[in-house]
Structure formats: structure tokens, C-alpha cells
């Protein structure tokens, strides 16, 4: 067990049906604090370079247009095991293969529009969350 911090987005299209109050209440049911959230309207720019990991990848350039379609809530989440916690909550990427009571399995609409996403280890973690926080703004 170690005390992490994980980075988590709540996409567009779980802002656009006004979802973020019910995700939130998911990831504190699951033990996660959430210690730093803001909502940003991201460039598609900016959605690239956060995904420069994916950008050889068929799905990338409709992968940055969504994500830059419309609101997104970014946040950081802590607690024992955070990432994997996190992961184990938003569920299977594709909403067809997520456990029932997941996030994505009572939330996404497809494998593209899958409302949350989520850091995959500890030192991406570090990464994807610097690229949105500063220090100051992480209030554990
Ligand atoms: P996320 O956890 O944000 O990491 C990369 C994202 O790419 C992933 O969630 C999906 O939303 C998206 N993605 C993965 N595979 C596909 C696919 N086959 N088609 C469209 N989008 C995908």
C-alpha cells in the first residue's frame, strides 16, 4: 500500500449531462479524496499535447476533438493506491467490457465518449497532473 496521487478527467460528455456531481460522488464512495478540481475548456492544441502518448493511434485526431468539444472537469485524486483505486472505479476503457456499478458502465456512451480518464501508473500520474496543477493548487 502507498499513498498516491492520481490525476482524473471528467470528459465532455459527462459534463454535457451535467454528470460531475455523480461522478464525484463515485470516486469518494471508492475511498478517493479529491484534493485539486477545476473546469477548463481545453484548445484542441492542448488536448494533443496531453495526448502525444496516443498520437500514432487511428483514434487520436477524433480523441483531441472531443476532448476539446466542450467543458472538461480535471482533478486530483488521493489516497492508499490511488491509481489503481481509480482505475478499479472508472472501469474497462471500452464501456462494454466495465464491471456493473463502474463509472464507465453506468456513464459511457461508447469506447471514445467514455466520461472519465484516468492516470495508468504513478509516474504518469506525476506527469499528467503537472501538466494541469501547480503545487500550490493541490490542497491535501
Ligand atoms: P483515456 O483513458 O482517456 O485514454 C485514451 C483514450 O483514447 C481512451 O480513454 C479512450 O477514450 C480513447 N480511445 C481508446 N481506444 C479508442 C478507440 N478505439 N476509438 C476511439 N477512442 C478510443
Known amino acids: 500500500m502507498s499513498y498516491q496521487h492520481t490525476l482524473s478527467i471528467i470528459k465532455p460528455d459527462a459534463t454535457r449531462r451535467n454528470l460531475t456531481g455523480a461522478i464525484n460522488a463515485k470516486l469518494e464512495a471508492a475511498g478517493l479524496t479529491i484534493i ?58 471500452n464501456p462494454a467490457d466495465a464491471q456493473p456499478g463502474t463509472i464507465r458502465a453506468e456513464f459511457a456512451l461508447s469506447i471514445g465518449e467514455n466520461s472519465v480518464h484516468g492516470s ?19 490542497v491535501g
Open 120 to 138: 495508468d501508473a504513478d509516474d504518469t500520474a506525476i506527469q499528467e497532473i503537472a501538466f494541469f496543477f501547480s503545487e500550490i493548487e493541490l
Open 36 to 93: 485539486a478540481q477545476k473546469r477548463l475548456h481545453i484548445s484542441k492544441i492542448h488536448a494533443q499535447k496531453f495526448y502525444q502518448v496516443h498520437m500514432s493511434q487511428p483514434f487520436y485526431d477524433e480523441l483531441c476533438e472531443f476532448m476539446s468539444s466542450a467543458p472538461i472537469v480535471v482533478q486530483v485524486l488521493a489516497g492508499e493506491n490511488a491509481v489503481a483505486v481509480n482505475r478499479d472505479v472508472m472501469g474497462a476503457t
